[in-house]
């Protein structure tokens, strides 16, 4: 089992920044793929950026260039810097860890933290 605590939401006006963070704990010593995920009102989850155990980066269009994932894998926390924000970056994030658990793969989810873009 591994629980996700998210934290660094909020309230920004457009343009600004923000950072998520996203620490795991429990069964952390197989965690492979770290990636943040959103959920607009009314729209499916989408993928924003995920980050392999080595490093590998993977970014959504829509925010190239404005957002950086990371990782650290001392501590099993994922970052997400999200830089020149827009209206449309509203939404609910989620942070997804892949863990390899003997031969099976398992996802797990945190609970999601508000951020929200003003005009």
């Known amino acids: 089992q591994v629980q996700l605590v998210e934290s660094g939401g909020g309230l920004v006006q457009a343009g600004g920044s923000l950072r998520l963070s996203c620490a795991a704990s429990?069964?952390?010593?197989?965690?492979?793929?770290m990636a943040w995920y959103r959920q607009a009102p009314g729209k499916q989850r989408e993928l924003v950026a995920r980050?392999?155990?080595?490093?590998?980066?993977n970014y959504a269009d829509s925010v190239k260039g404005r957002f950086t994932i990371s990782r650290d894998n001392a501590t099993n926390t994922v970052y997400l810097q999200m830089n020149s924000l827009k209206p449309e970056d509203t939404a609910v994030y989620y942070c997804?860890?892949?863990?390899?658990?003997?031969?099976?793969?398992?996802?797990?989810w945190g609970q999601g933290t508000q951020v929200t873009v003003s005009s």
């Open positions: 997804k860890v892949v863990v390899r658990i003997l031969a099976n793969l398992y996802d797990y």
């Open positions: 980050i392999s155990e080595g490093g590998n980066t």
């Open positions: 429990g069964s952390t010593n197989s965690i492979l793929t």
